[in-house]
């Protein structure tokens, strides 16, 4: 079965920096696009970082741009999202998500993010999400 877990999440200052870590199992991830989604309380789920995957040029949110970065480490089938100079508004529960299919992932990534009533977009594989607070 097709697995991803989530860690790394946890709280920190503004300006302070978090590594997040998303574990496959099941799949080999270098053969799905990778992306990661947020969530902070009472609103939708929107992209954050995404990558192809022929592993192309990431696409960055507007509001991460310059401070988080995407890879994947194909030795220990892993996706990780680097975020530094983090805010307060950065606060979410951070979710990975893959899929085979590279336009699906990318489309839900990049705004309008339409997940549909389920709220998973249909895409292949989502983690179960870990909490970041960024708080003073």
């Known amino acids: 079965q097709v697995q991803l877990v989530e860690s790394g999440g946890g709280l920190v200052q503004p300006g302070g920096s978090l590594k997040l870590s998303c574990a496959a199992s099941?799949?080999?991830?270098?053969?799905?696009?990778i992306g990661w989604f947020r969530q902070a309380p009472g609103k939708e789920r929107e992209g954050v970082s995404c990558?192809?995957?022929?592993?192309?040029?990431?696409y960055y949110a507007d509001s991460v741009k310059g401070r988080f970065t995407i890879s994947r480490d194909s030795a220990k089938n892993t996706v990780y999202l680097q975020m530094n100079s983090l805010k307060p508004e950065d606060t979410a529960v951070y979710y990975c998500?893959?899929?085979?299919?590279?336009?699906?992932?990318?489309?839900?990534?990049?705004?309008?993010?339409?997940?549909?009533?389920?709220?998973?977009?249909?895409?292949?594989?989502w983690g179960q999400g870990t909490l970041v607070t960024v708080s003073s």
């Open positions: 990558l192809a995957r022929s592993s192309g040029s990431p």
């Open positions: 998500a893959a899929d085979r299919r590279e336009l699906l992932l990318l489309r839900l990534c990049v705004p309008p993010s339409l997940l549909g009533p389920a709220g998973d977009g249909g895409l292949d594989a």
């Open positions: 099941g799949f080999t991830l270098d053969h799905y696009a």
